[in-house]
Every structure is written in C-alpha cells, then in structure tokens.
C-alpha cells in the first residue's frame, strides 16, 4: 500500500489544483482552486469550452449590475467548480476575490453571487466551500454566511486567535497554511528546521487538539505543504490539501505510514476553553509576528493572483468583442 492510499484511511485527502486531469489521477475526496490555479487552468486546450461558456454567459448577463469582467471570473470559476464536483465524491472551494478581504458586506454578496451560480448550475451546495480570507472581516462574512447555510472554507489562517475565531463563528472549515508557517520560521533562524521541530505541523496540531478536545464542530484542513514530511507528520487531521507534484510523491513512497492526530489523544491535549471578541482577537493576532506578517503578505498574493486573472479576463473578452 501507497502512502497516499495509507493517508487516506485517516485523513480526507484534498487536491490542491484546478486541473481536472491531476484530480482524476489521485481520486481525491474534495478540491480546492484559486485564481492563479484557475488561470493556469484555462490556458489548456482541454479546457476551452469552459473558458467560451464564461465568455458567453459574460456577454447575455453583461448590464446586470456587474462588470463583464466580473462575471466571466465568476462563471468561469463556477463552471471549473462544476467540472471537478463531477469526478470528486465531496466538495470544491471557490475563493471570494482578496480584494474583498477587509470587506464583510462585499464578501457575503460575492460569496451569494457565487453559490447562485452553483445553484443555477443544478449543484447540491452542500458540496461547495466558499473561501474567504481569515481577517476579522472575513470570520464575521463566514458567520453570516453559514448561518444562511453556505458553508465557508476561511484560508490563509497562521494563528490559534485565528482558528478561535472561526470556531467561534461555526465555519465549516479551516486552512491553516503549514508550509507558509514553515518559510518564515526557517528565514527568521537562517536555517533549515529538523521535520519533528516544525512550527507548521505544530501549529496545525494545536489547532486541531483544542477543536476536539472541545468538541468544536469546525474541520481543520492542513494547507500549504513543502514536503511530505509535514504531511506524513499530520495524517489524522480532518483534511489535508495537498498538491499534485506531493500527491504523486506519496503514491510512489511504499514506507509505513501511522496515523499522529485522533480525538482520543486531544481529550489529553493541555488545553483551556478560549472564545475572542474583535479586541482581544486583534491584539492575539498582532501578538504573532509570523501571523500578522504571513497573513498580509497571502492577502498581497491573492490579489495579485486575482488581478492576473482579471487581466486575462479582460483580454479574452477584447478579442471576442
């Protein structure tokens, strides 16, 4: 037996891609995408009927309170959703643009616009996660957002005042980013860090032994991994994202794998019960300078990565003007 079929026996295994082709291969429980994993996507032949049925859907919906361009990122990212959900057995996240990250009342309208699509595309969204930055913002647009029963995957998620947060508001799921947590320790020691000293996996562990030491109802989905080690060292946890090129690794490796996290060995955990209002999770949050640091330098990225996206938007909707 693989790895990643050993995996699999006590963790959901998540591709982190938008190729359909990757995620068929390693026959994942769920996926996830982002624009710059959607851009890649659809400059593959494969894929360009989806990219001419955003364009479409772009041109007969343009005027209705919302740019061309918007919709065809929006149409196009639903459509690829649509494709995966039709090879995958659970869900696929469709992240709410970055620039929304500091926007509660704008990031629950996308994320409605969002699963109305989903909707009109006769999908159960039981089986969609919206993605949303983990800002105080961000939580509160989750809150009220699974309260209307659209259920939120909040990402690029680096500390405990974070993930109390989200527990707190009963999103469905987290992403805590392990390999994110892991460079910016290694760049502040100016040196690599032994596998069973990494900050990632053991912020990841913490997070997860205090969700079930407590009963919290929210899944810990470990995100952002830079080597098998770190994955390896998590198997147990409720969900792990991983990409094709470690997917592909752990299906090679025939090495015993055991399971690290259960909710038998977090009853033990050292934890105390923990619930934050905006003050005290602001000033937990700024407490962390990896944290803080990590999660305005993601929110930079993802822009930037949307912006890509946007631009190519725009460039495909000139040429078919």
Known sequence: ???LEALKRYSKVVADTGEVASIAEFKPQDATTNPSLLLKAAQEPQYRGLVEGALDYSKRQAGRGATATALFMDKLAVDFGCEILRIVPGRVSTEVDAALSFDKDGSVAKARSLIGLYREAGVDTDRVLIKVASTWEGIKAAEQLEREGIHCNL???FSFAQALACADAKVTLISPFVGRIYDWYRKSRGQEIPPEEDPGVASVVR????????????????????????????????????SPHL??????????????????????????????????FRFEHNQDAMAEEKLSDGIRVFY????????YAKQVLAQHG
């Not at 810990?220 to 994202?241: H, K, N, P």
Request: proline letters at 0%; one cysteine or more.
């Open 247 to 280: 997917l592909d690794e752990l299906g090679r490796r025939q090495d015993t794998l055991e399971r690290k996290l259960s909710v038998e060995t977090a009853r033990a955990a050292d934890a105390a019960e923990t619930h934050l209002d905006e003050k005290a």
């Open 1 to 3: 037996m693989s790895q």
């Open 155 to 157: 990402t690029l998620l």
């Open 304 to 311: 930037a990565d949307g912006r890509k996206l946007e631009a």
């Open 207 to 242: 997070i997860y032994n205090h969700y079930k030491k407590f009963g919290l109802k929210t899944q810990v989905m470990a995100a952002s991994f830079r080597r098998v080690e770190q994955i390896v060292a998590l198997a147990g946890c409720d969900l792990l994202t991983i």
